[in-house]
């Protein structure tokens, strides 16, 4: 029998699940995600879905990993010091892709260097700035280099890392690696991201290995790439860069698995996000222009993914504009109040009944505060160090530790570096009171919407008189805001077809009166064309009404709420190899290899070089990800132009895929 493991990290929850044969489900399990340190969480859910199956730990034949950990780090700009080697650029072009934004201040040495777009050398590297530069530089983690047209000649690049790995012992992240295509600044930009996360993702796959072996399990461990594939931890380690928006991607792989879908949108609803992406001939679509995480555009492969910021979690506001007055969610996170009384039920619920007993409603009621234990400090001003140690370690009243307004701005600082989390009013909260969800604690979550339905609209009468009438308020909001999210994804698929801005063609007065399908002198009728796949563990209560807002079938698979973690380990693993071959003069035909360039005198012989080149670098990929009885694919897209009535090569850009299922998965041990 052959058990796969499938574990995927989320925002808020780690889910687990256990696969017989890649046919079926046998069991899935949910732990609370422990952003301190992600293996304990890990280690959780995969020790209660064992439990649950009954199954000895050494029958899991494969485990593989979806972790947010890349994608999080790089929007909160976390990450450890790197050094960038940037050769044969100006230090202009440091600006360039948001690349001086994203070193923040950390070492960078601009290095005489660099090729030709031919591949032809045009300065001579210079090793000894290199050798004495690195002779001054201390903490670095990990080095980025990135040499101009390195794509088309990396002998500047291989060299630079050589000196550096001699010298340092670090980590080294050398761009061409990391893509194929042009674009010196963002190819840099790239490798330095990587460089930042290699220290953190070492971390984070060891101890998942670690927590494997300690449960005992002793099956290689894979990891989910951006693009939905798998890789192996080694490979991770070396490239946690192609990690980002891994858990978003094995969604999609998952609900791919479960429903068989060829053509449909998948929306995934989580505690923070819902991200939405497209299924097309029954693989993600991926972004042509590469992966876009936080403020940073990069060259990484990556689902075509829209992420909004809106969740089960998601804090909702009060809107007191408008005589009727109304709410509107996110994109904060905020703990909800009906988990935040699991820890401290006496403190929640005493201040709570406080707040109730006031007559005026107080700016802060049915707000808690608590530090995050573990988290380094350091850097911290006098002021929010202060307010820091005021929080202290319990749960407390948002209103007990904010003394000035200003002190609300430090408390989102604190927020901002990981150190202090706030509860309040989600829809997580809503769906207790309403009985959609039953695991934590409704009575804090019904005082809580009690204390937020006090507020005063601009015609002064109260939000809701009672919590279930807000309740509903709060869930039919995060159900017309799906509505939009998905709206907007499908308005900007559909690309260059409508003029506008697909926010704007979402919200048009005339869209929203053809969803209610209007009757009048005109007829107006509007939905989406294609299902669909509503995934998350809230999916199943609020997606229905999302799907009737739509007029479309809302498929809504068993085991939605874990499809992360099936996505983990039912993926292919895949690799693809990209390369060029120019034509610098007549009659020449050079092929750009990691070796450096080769010339022929006619073209075909040079793509014939090239592709036997890229099949082997792919298929070894593959082969050292575990992958067994491998496919290898060629495309070949040819430029050519009319000159004198003669029909001239221009440039060939080969791409070799070699993809097949890990080998410990189709003939486990």
């Not at 859910?45 to 790089?74: C, D, I, W």
């Not at 001579?124 to 690195?134: G, K, V």
């Not at 109304?326 to 009906?338: A, H």
């Not at 009690?450 to 005063?456: A, K, S």
């Amino acid at each position: 029998m052959a058990l796969l493991l499938g574990v995927d990290t989320g925002g808020t929850f780690t889910d687990a699940v256990l696969i017989h044969n890649e046919t079926e489900v046998i069991a899935s399990a949910k732990a609370l995600t422990t952003r301190t340190d992600l293996a304990i969480g890990i280690g959780s859910a995969v020790r209660a879905v064992l439990t649950q199956a009954a199954v000895s730990p050494g029958k899991v034949a494969m485990a593989s990993l979806s972790t947010t950990l890349a994608t999080n780090a790089l929007v909160e700009g976390q990450g450890g010091r790197l050094g960038l080697v940037y050769i044969g650029f100006d230090a202009r072009d440091l600006e360039t892709h948001g690349l001086s934004n994203a070193l923040r201040g950390d070492p960078v040495l601009v290095l005489q260097g660099g090729h030709s777009h031919a591949g032809g050398e045009v300065v001579p590297l210079d090793t000894a700035t290199l050798e004495a530069w690195l002779e001054t530089v201390s903490g670095i983690s990990g080095f980025a280099v990135a040499a101009q047209f390195a794509t088309r000649n990396p002998a500047h690049e291989n060299r630079a890392a050589e000196i550096i790995g001699r010298m340092t012992g670090r980590p080294v992240s050398c761009s061409h690696h990391l893509s194929a295509r042009l674009n010196g600044p963002k190819r840099a930009l790239t490798a330095v991201l990587n460089a930042r996360l290699i220290g953190m993702t070492h971390r984070l796959i060891g101890r998942a290995e670690d927590v494997l072996k300690e449960v005992g399990i002793n099956a290689p461990l894979m990891v989910v790439r951006g693009d939905g594939a798998l890789m192996s931890a080694a490979q991770a380690k070396a490239r946690p860069i192609e990690t980002i928006l891994s858990g978003p991607a094995a969604s999609i792989v998952g609900a791919r698995w479960l429903t068989g879908a060829d053509e449909a949108l998948v929306s995934d609803i989580g505690g923070t996000t819902t991200d939405i992406a497209v299924l097309r001939h029954g693989r993600p679509a991926i972004d042509p222009n590469g992966a876009q995480v936080g403020p940073y555009r990069t060259m990484v492969e990556a689902v075509a993914m829209r992420t909004h910021g809106l969740g089960g979690d998601s804090e909702v506001h009060f809107i007191a504009d408008g005589l009727e007055g109304g709410v509107t969610l996110g994109p904060r996170r905020l703990l909800p109040v009906s988990l935040i009384a699991l820890d401290a039920p006496d403190a929640v619920h005493d201040a709570l009944d406080a707040q109730l007993r006031t007559a005026v409603p107080g700016e802060h009621d049915g707000r808690f505060v608590k530090a995050v234990a573990g988290v380094d400090a350091g850097g911290l001003s006098d002021r929010d160090m202060v307010l820091l140690e005021r929080i202290g370690a319990a749960v407390r009243p948002l209103a007990a530790v904010l003394k000035t307004r200003i002190e609300g701005q430090g408390l989102q600082r604190l927020v901002g570096r990981g150190l202090v989390q706030v509860a309040g009013v989600t829809p997580s909260d809503a769906s207790h009171v309403l009985g959609g969800l039953t695991a934590w604690d409704r009575d804090a979550a019904e005082k809580a919407l009690l204390l937020l339905g006090r507020r005063r609209t601009g015609a002064g009468e109260v939000l809701a008189r009672d919590a279930m009438t807000l309740a509903r308020m709060i869930v039919d909001r995060l159900t017309e805001q799906t509505v939009l999210a998905l709206l907007e994804s499908a308005f900007a698929e559909e690309g260059s077809t409508f003029d506008a801005n697909p926010s704007d063609l979402a919200r048009h007065p005339l869209m929203q009166r053809a969803l209610s399908g209007h009757r009048g002198l005109i007829a107006l009728q509007a939905g989406l064309a294609v299902d669909v796949i509503g995934l998350g563990a809230s999916a199943a209560s609020y997606y229905p009404a999302v799907g009737l807002r739509l007029n479309t079938r809302m498929i809504l698979p068993e085991h939605a709420g874990v499809a992360n973690a099936i996505g983990a380990v039912v993926g292919q693993v895949t690799f693809r190899k990209s390369g060029t071959v120019s034509a610098p003069s007549e009659g020449k035909y050079r092929v750009h290899l990691e070796t450096g360039p080769e010339d022929f005198p006619d073209p075909e012989k040079a793509m014939s070089r090239l592709e036997a080149v890229l099949r082997t670098e792919a298929a070894t990929e593959a082969r050292r990800a575990g992958a067994g009885e491998i496919l290898v694919t060629c495309d070949r897209e040819i430029r050519r132009a009319q000159v004198e009535a003669r029909d001239v090569f221009i440039e060939a850009v080969l791409t070799v895929e070699a993809s097949g299922r890990p080998r410990v998965a189709v003939d486990p041990a």
